[in-house]
């Protein structure tokens, strides 16, 4: 091998490793929501749309939006209760307040999570915007502090990810040199 060679190999190889530790994440794909899922908080829907792989609309039957739900998996899988994920189905109305908080399907220990319903934590936030939300300061219920603070934690985490959906604001992924340079651009 000549020094050449030598040169591209060791330029290419550190490439090839830059690549492989830069974390690349791959998008966020919403399952589909079915009506029946939102129906319970909107009783006059009859649509549910996926807007831009990140939250749903339902609409009504003249088209009309009368409300978003945003879905706290994937965004908070890392957020843990007592005994795994909390996710949340968190229903916005047309004004974009919080109707409803509901804890999803989970690992929790159902005595605890019951202790958090009959706490009343989910109904906190109910009648807030989400900037309000955020910025309210909320107890965990006792004897259930694990479960609380991992329903506490999802919220905000998704809240705060749908404030920058919103504002198509893809600053907090960072993408790296690397990313930047191969991956394709956001529109």
Known sequence: MNAIQKTMFGLLSAAVLTLGSCNIKPPVILPPLPLSDVEPYFNE??????IDTSYYQVKDAEGNVIGTVLLSAPYSEPVKGYNGPTPLLI???AKGCIKNVVLKDNHETPRFAERVAAGGLYQAWDG???????????DAISGAT????GVKNSLTVRLEAYQRQLKKDYSAMKPSFWQKLFMPKRR
């Open 128 to 138: 807030l915007t989400v900037d309000e939300a955020l910025a309210k300061p909320v």
């Open 91 to 93: 229903a916005l109305d």
């Open 45 to 50: 829907a009859t649509e549910v749309q996926t």
């Open 146 to 149: 694990y479960t609380s603070n």
